[in-house]
């Protein structure tokens, strides 16, 4: 089952557990899933520049510790995750042909990078080459 399916499916399960008057156990599920709910809310807003610990926590009605501990029990740094993801979505736009066109800052800005500079350093660090030279060899590739 994807990620973005199984928080919807425990919900319901907490639903019903709940509606059946057995608060104990709607509680489980909810806690179960709070990090993939956490996670699906991070990876929709991706390209949100105010994507912050703090809107996350307040949407999900937790404090930012309890956001950073519960994660941190799944071995994930939000931080780290957040930029990865907008990394790999980066990534894969610089090789799509429909993207070619696009400057490459407005890809960064589309995925939550603001300023192309540090996006570019970032790209290089975590695929070892820059942004440019990752799109020329996907279109060398074609």
Not at 20 to 38: G, N
Not at 81 to 89: D, F, H, K, V
Request: hydrophobic share 35%; glycine share 6%; net charge positive.
């Amino acid at each position: 089952m994807d990620a973005a399916g199984r928080p919807g499916i425990e919900l319901l399960r907490a639903l019903v557990t709940f509606r059946l008057d057995d608060r104990r156990s709607a509680a489980e599920p909810l806690h179960d899933t709070l990090h993939l709910r956490i996670l699906d809310y991070a990876r929709t807003h991706l390209g949100d520049h105010d994507l912050t610990p703090e809107r996350i926590a307040d949407h999900h009605h937790i404090s930012r510790r309890c956001l950073y501990n519960t994660l941190s029990r799944k071995g994930i740094c939000l931080g780290s995750w957040i930029r990865t993801q907008r990394l790999e979505r980066c990534r894969d736009e610089l090789a799509a042909p429909a993207a070619h066109h696009r400057p490459i800052s407005a890809i960064a800005w589309r995925w939550g990078f603001p300023n192309a500079a540090p996006f570019s350093r970032t790209f290089k660090h975590a695929y070892g080459l820059t942004p440019s030279d990752g799109r020329a060899l996907h279109s060398a590739a074609r």
